[in-house]
């Protein structure tokens, strides 16, 4: 498991490893996981509000594109960018329908979540 402030920050070397980043889930975010030629087994991010059409939360739609499992945790309980605290005190508020394969639940504490990715 590896904590990322930022999702900037992520590299080859969380392959197969959760991922849980301070980032918002927007379409920018996405793209560093998607452009990693191994991907991470899991990511959680921040989910920033939602925003406008939901942009904070569109990494669960594109992650999915690409096989890899992702939720959003609420802003309303951790602070975005940082991952630590998304993990101490996130609660799940979306994800895409690989991570719900694992077993990933809305309001989910997001330390239980990775147990299951």
């Keep these: 498991m590896f904590f990322l402030d930022s999702i900037a920050h992520i590299s080859s070397s969380h392959a197969d ?21 191994q991907k991470p087994s899991c990511v959680f991010f ?21 096989g890899v499992p992702c ?4 802003h309303l309980s951790a602070r975005i960018g940082d991952a630590q605290d998304g993990y101490d005190n996130g609660l799940v508020s979306g994800f895409n329908a690989l991570a719900k394969d694992r077993g990933v639940e809305l309001n989910m504490a997001v330390n239980e979540a990775v147990k299951l990715c």
């Design 17 to 37: 490893a959760v991922v849980i980043a301070g980032s918002h889930g927007g379409r920018s975010a996405a793209e560093f996981v998607i452009a990693l030629s």
């Design 46 to 66: 921040n989910d920033a509000g939602g925003g406008k059409d939901d942009a904070g939360k569109v990494a669960l739609k594109m992650l999915q594109a690409h």
């Design 71 to 74: 939720a959003c945790y609420s």
